[in-house]
């Protein structure tokens, strides 16, 4: 049974920095491209970045792109989404999700979701 479970949201001000995480089963994490994704009230869900399963690849939307990055740690069965200067149009539940394709940003070429994690900018 693949599983993915994120942690890390919160309430910040804007500004600031928020690192949530996202730890995945061993059979996901071998072999499969990792993504986040965010969905805001009344809004789609969008793609926010993309990591190759060997971490050589990623793939930012331009909204994010030089402030977010997203690493991940194999050996720790776990990709993050570092954010850095954090707007309040960042607000959005974030969702962590796996493919064995590189470079995808739609949400139907993911397999497996997490169950999100709220993260929220104030102004």
């Known amino acids: 049974q693949v599983q993915l479970a994120e942690s890390g949201g919160g309430l910040v001000q804007a500004g600031v920095s928020l690192r949530p995480s996202c730890s995945a089963s061993?059979?996901?994490?071998?072999?499969?491209?990792m993504g986040w994704f965010r969905q805001a009230p009344g809004k789609e869900r969008e793609f926010v970045a993309a990591i190759s399963w060997t971490g050589a690849s990623t793939f930012y939307v331009a909204s994010v792109k030089g402030r977010f990055t997203i690493p991940r740690d194999n050996a720790k069965n776990t990709v993050y989404l570092q954010m850095n200067s954090l707007k309040p149009e960042d607000t959005a539940v974030y969702y962590c999700a796996a493919t064995p394709e590189v470079g995808v940003v739609t949400t139907g070429r993911y397999d497996y979701w997490g169950q999100g994690t709220q993260v929220t900018v104030s102004s």
């Open positions: 061993v059979r996901t994490f071998s072999s499969d491209a």
